[in-house]
């Protein structure tokens, strides 16, 4: 890994490990979260469309979002808390991935944060929803 001038260890946003010797991109554990074509994502939802995606075990795409239309996910739950625009029900899903795009340094749309991880799915049929709560 380059090192910065100034030290030699970093913040990763993804282990949340304060002195580590990665930076986010090269995490181990996100490696191993998105290796294998499938991982576990979170979705914060309404409890409206939580009772939906319940019912019908099916998740649509959102209008928009900072990648566009779709399907917006986080590695952790407690992720999801500064990313979702409906709140009160959490999705867990398995997410199938056949050809991801990893984008390391994307800002926000007004720029003042880094999203973190963020998978994004456009294909609704690439979502196996495991659960639905109530939070």
């Given at each position: 890994m380059a090192r910065c001038r100034n030290h030699a260890k970093h913040y990763c946003r993804v282990c949340r490990n304060?002195?580590?010797?990665?930076?986010?991109k090269n995490c181990p554990i996100l490696r191993a979260h998105?290796?294998?074509g499938r991982c576990i994502g979170y979705h914060q939802t309404s409890p409206a469309f939580?009772?939906?995606?319940?019912?019908?075990?099916?998740?649509?795409?959102?209008?928009?979002?900072?990648?566009?239309?779709?399907?917006?996910?986080?590695?952790?739950?407690?992720?999801?808390?500064?990313?979702?625009?409906h709140k009160g029900c959490m999705v867990k899903a398995e997410i199938r991935m056949s050809n991801p795009k990893h984008v390391?340094?994307?800002?926000?749309?007004?720029?003042t944060y880094k999203s973190g991880v963020e998978i994004v799915v456009y294909n609704s049929e690439q979502v196996n929803v495991l659960s639905v709560q109530d939070m």
């Open positions: 304060g002195d580590s010797d990665h930076r986010a998105l290796s294998g939580g009772r939906q995606i319940r019912q019908t075990r099916v998740m649509q795409p959102s209008s928009s979002g900072a990648a566009g239309r779709g399907i917006y996910f986080a590695i952790r739950p407690d992720e999801t808390e500064r990313k979702a625009r390391w340094q994307a800002l926000s749309p007004n720029e």
